[in-house]
């Protein structure tokens, strides 16, 4: 069942969740919708601009935030790689948890 949440102007659903044979929750996949633009008048585009960099930003946190969790499914990691929450509320936070999921490697 989806729940939609909103962060940073965006909408997230959780859409599945993937457990081991134990019931421990390994992974849980989130969905994040694309922002939706409301006019185009050039103050509304830029808003539209800056939310679609934010949505890049953290849909690829969530991408290897669920492919660290896969991988490291045995391992004692934080729980907020196998949740998603709290998910990054801006450009910079995303790309900081990106860099740290990627120096944990």
């Not at 390994?26 to 185009?40: E, K, L, M, Q, S």
């Not at 103050?43 to 660290?68: A, E, F, G, I, P």
Request: proline content about 5%.
């Amino acid at each position: 069942m989806a729940e939609a949440k909103r962060s940073a102007g965006l909408s997230f659903s959780v859409e599945a969740e993937h457990r081991d044979s134990e019931g421990n929750l390994i992974v849980r996949h989130i969905t994040v919708h694309p922002p939706v633009i409301t006019c185009i008048r050039p103050s509304c585009l830029y808003r539209y601009v800056l939310k679609s960099w934010c949505y890049t930003w953290v849909m690829l946190y969530h991408k290897y935030r669920m492919q660290h969790a896969e991988r490291h499914r045995h391992d004692n990691i934080d729980e907020k790689y196998r949740t998603g929450e709290p998910s990054p509320q801006s450009i910079r936070q995303a790309i900081y948890e990106i860099i740290k999921l990627k120096l944990r490697r």
